[in-house]
């Protein structure tokens, strides 16, 4: 198990990646999760997860027409409306994906396809847990701790040419203290290029 400590107090950024503590309300937050929790999960992967707007494949790696999974639900639309007023989303985000991690489960170091547009927003419910950024080189990693409430948009290098992963771990350590995880909903926002 890594021993990576995240801090509590400001840490450097990938290039290009925005972060807002507490960008969603309290009532924005509960009513998010309430949403999500009264609509049904998929369980093909390791972790559940839910579609909205456009349907994206794993295996193929591509994201379907818009239309193609379930209308996105009124409160999330609510918070894809914020990011296009709020934060310079070139139009409200045609696609929302939910992902649930339990403890232990975590998501492999990627980068978020072309066909998404320049800018892909993360914002965490119920906990916090922290997302490892890795330059292209792999020599450089850095640890961002995605609080709960939180907003965190990547733009430029951090969108397109750093990857990021949840380690799969049981805890994280956080202040040097070891909090242990138990279940984090994030909630991705993304446009879809036309082309």
Known sequence: MESHDVSLLEAPL???LIYFPDWLSSAEHDSALW???SHEFETGLSRRVQHYGARYDYDSARVAEIG?????????YLI?????KECNFERIPEQVIVNEYLSGQGIAAHIDKDSFGPKVATISLIENWSMTFRSPNGLEAIDVLLEKNSLAIMTGASRTEWTHEIKKRSTDKIGGLRIPRIRRLSLTFR????T
């Open 14 to 16: 990938p290039p290009g």
């Open 35 to 37: 949403e999500i929790d």
């Open 68 to 76: 193609s999974a379930p209308q996105i639900p009124p409160n999330l």
């Open 80 to 84: 894809g409306e914020r990011l296009f």
């Open 191 to 194: 446009t879809i290029n036309k």
